[in-house]
């Protein structure tokens, strides 16, 4: 395994302004420190809308997509974030994709969507769990409201890696900041949460929190309230000595998820 430069991209959404965004992202990751894999908040595009049927267009979706695949083959790098897409079903999904070297290579559908939020009234769940190889590390992803499901991420197919994309608003961000750090510390694995800041248009205010956390919980790169980027260095070695002088992965319990495909 190489070591990995990871660049955790925090900025203020402007609310359903698909192309302000984009264009925004588009320039913070030109501007970003040459890295490994450039990450963007969730529903980078629009915020955390539950407007689908009026945001959403095809072309624009396509233009999101283009122009990440674009940038990823440019600096031969890997991207990721999440956008309202549709499935192959015509449903809308909260869809996270990951680009690399200018193709997209994998996608996962947020599992556990915001009923409080009404996310589950607008958008379909997705049914598996995304764990992947990149560079020789085993990385997983999720969305948001993800992060508070220890079961479902359980480390059970040693990732290296776990990359978290968000809006999580400032009333909860303690918790936010706990289960960043909880699930570094259970998974023995890096992790890097992206958050949004602004305030949206339904008056929620976000205050960032991004983070790269590393194997034992200690936070290596963090920041509040700002548009930023946050670039960190992820050392293979960490993760081997941390599994090697606490190895209790192995003593985890076994079990089963009902209705989830581990891929």
Not at 115 to 138: D, I, R, Y
Not at 230 to 258: A, G, S
Request: aromatic share 12%; net charge negative; glycine share 4%.
């Amino acid at each position: 395994m190489q070591d990995l430069i990871v660049s955790a991209i925090q900025f203020d959404l402007a609310w359903e302004d698909v192309s302000k965004n984009l264009e925004t992202a588009t320039k913070m990751i030109l501007d970003a420190p040459k890295s490994d894999i450039y990450i963007l908040p969730e529903m980078f595009t629009t915020g955390f809308s539950m407007n689908p049927e009026k945001v959403y267009t095809l072309d624009l979706t396509n233009d999101t997509k283009k122009m990440m695949i674009s940038l990823s083959k440019k600096l031969d790098a890997a991207i990721t974030f999440s956008i309202m897409d549709k499935n192959d079903d015509g449903q809308f999904v909260n869809r996270l994709y990951w680009i690399e070297s200018g193709f997209i290579t994998h996608y996962y559908d947020k599992v556990h969507l915001f009923s409080m939020g009404e996310e589950n009234n607008h958008f379909s769940p997705g049914n598996h769990k995304l764990v992947f190889s990149f560079k020789e590390w085993k990385i997983s992803c999720i969305i948001c409201y993800d992060l508070r499901f220890p079961v479902f991420i359980r480390n059970k197919e040693d990732f290296d890696l776990l990359i978290c994309v968000a809006n999580w608003p400032d009333k909860r961000i303690h918790a936010w900041d706990t289960l960043l750090q909880a699930r570094a510390i259970e998974n023995q694995c890096y992790v890097v949460g992206v958050n949004r800041v602004g305030v949206d248009a339904n008056q929620i205010n976000y205050v960032g929190h991004s983070m790269l956390i590393d194997p034992q919980g200690i936070v290596l790169n963090s920041n509040s309230n700002d548009s930023i980027t946050l670039t960190t260095e992820l050392f293979q070695t960490e993760i081997t000595k941390t599994r090697r002088y606490l190895p209790f992965l192995k003593d985890m319990d076994n079990f089963t998820l009902n209705q989830i495909t581990y891929s």
